[in-house]
């Protein structure tokens, strides 16, 4: 007798048909613990329920949220009213939440929130300890594991953005026991290998996934490190206690690349819209100043220093023809005023008087004889005539009959 064979199909659709005619399935409340959960863009909330012993898989569709008058958290404690279907294509049964409610709180969400408490009392989240992330960096270190999609995408983009930047892993453990050991060792081993930045992170996952970055030791290595700490855990909605020690939050490890490394083409843009920016301030500088040295030449033109100059010129040659005109008009008058002079001078001349017939006569001293009775008889005197010299004796020394007169005056008195 041949068995009969069904399709893979076929059996979901059985096990769905059971599940659905089963009562207790139809409306069931769970109480467990919130993890991976995971708002999706068309409103649907994907999560897990576990508590010590299992774990079940749940959803509840947009439809529905109106179930839920809270915002669903990892590590809520909850109790969820739905019913237990198949999903026949994945062959999988999940819980269908149409009403979810808190039961107190989950225990790794008390641990969270206390020791959030603490840290921040400690001011370990304050906002004046905050550095500020270097714009533009040349090393850049990454604490995280050295597999996994959360380093691939730091490098890619990295590497995308920026091809100049050098990048240092340091692959620590950031899952499970020693993982805050070895993450809290790589932000020492970076700070002392002197990058510029720090990115610290890993990918999505559940609460416990992620408690590396709920614990004190992270939270404190993040807060003393030197370098600037970028801290990207998770996804968009995942917090750690690590996101607020950190000096900058980024919502994904992507993100934190982003944050870092600057876009090298949008540098080189900017370095060009500088240039172009620099040569149009220079230009209108220069024109301005062109404009300011065309102003001062027309007024400079106004005063014209070399017309100045040629009139100062003209002004000396005229002085100068004056001058000379005035010395030109003195010496003719002393000139003329000289002829005069030497015309009186040469009528007094003796050379003139002995050119006329006259004698110039000298004693034998050489003095001139003036008067008769400057000699006497026998005495040798010169005769000096227009053209020559001779030599008499005085034979008589007779006085005019005036003369004698004169000095029989002068001897009554």
Not at 26 to 55: A, M, P, Q, W
Not at 174 to 202: F, H, K, N, P, Y
Not at 291 to 319: C, G, M, N, S, W
Request: hydrophobic share 35%.
């Amino acid at each position: 007798m041949a068995r009969s064979i069904y399709s893979v199909k076929q059996i979901n659709a059985y096990i769905k048909n059971m599940f659905t005619q089963d009562y207790l399935l139809g409306s069931v409340s769970v109480r467990g613990e919130v993890s991976n959960c995971k708002y999706h863009s068309s409103g649907h909330i994907y999560f897990t329920l576990k508590d010590k012993g299992s774990v079940l898989q749940a959803v509840m569709f947009a439809g529905m949220r109106g179930g839920l008058s809270f915002t669903l958290k990892e590590g809520q404690q909850v109790v969820v009213t739905g019913n237990v279907d198949v999903y026949e294509r994945d062959g999988k049964y999940q819980l269908y939440a149409k009403r979810i409610v808190r039961d107190g709180t989950g225990s790794l969400y008390e641990q969270f929130e206390a020791l959030k408490r603490e840290l921040e009392e400690r001011g370990l989240f304050a906002r004046e300890y905050k550095q500020p992330i270097p714009r533009y960096i040349r090393t850049l270190g990454i604490v995280t594991a050295d597999t996994g999609a959360a380093v691939r995408d730091i490098i890619d983009i990295a590497g995308r953005r920026n091809p100049h930047v050098r990048l240092i892993l340091y692959p620590a453990r950031v899952q499970g026991e020693g993982a805050a050991d070895s993450i809290a060792a790589g932000l020492e081993a970076l700070e002392r290998l002197g990058v510029d930045c720090i990115i610290v992170g890993r990918g999505g996952g559940s609460i416990e996934d992620l408690w590396a970055f709920n614990e004190e030791k992270t939270a404190q290595a993040v807060f003393d490190c030197s370098v600037p700490v970028i801290s990207a855990v998770g996804h968009e909605t995942d917090y750690t206690i690590t996101d607020f020690a950190a000096d900058l939050r980024a919502p994904t490890p992507s993100a934190a690349a982003e944050l870092a490394v600057y876009e090298y083409r949008t540098f080189l843009a900017d370095l060009e819209e500088r240039k172009r920016r620099m040569a149009e301030a220079m230009r209108r500088l220069i024109d301005g100043r062109k404009q300011v040295l065309e102003t001062k030449a027309l007024r400079l033109r106004q005063f014209r220093p070399d017309h100045v100059i040629a009139v100062k010129r003209q002004a000396l040659d005229q002085y100068e023809d004056g001058l000379r005109n005035l010395m030109r008009k003195k010496l003719d008058e002393c000139g003329h005023r000289l002829a005069l002079l030497a015309q009186r001078l040469e009528g007094c001349s003796p050379l003139h008087k002995i050119t006329g017939g006259y004698a110039f006569v000298t004693r034998e001293d050489g003095n001139r004889l003036a008067s008769v009775s400057q000699t006497r008889p026998g005495e040798r005197l010169s005769l000096h005539l227009h053209d020559g010299l001779v030599k008499a004796e005085v034979l008589e020394c007779a006085a005019d009959a005036d003369e004698r007169k004169d000095n029989g005056r002068e001897s009554e008195y």
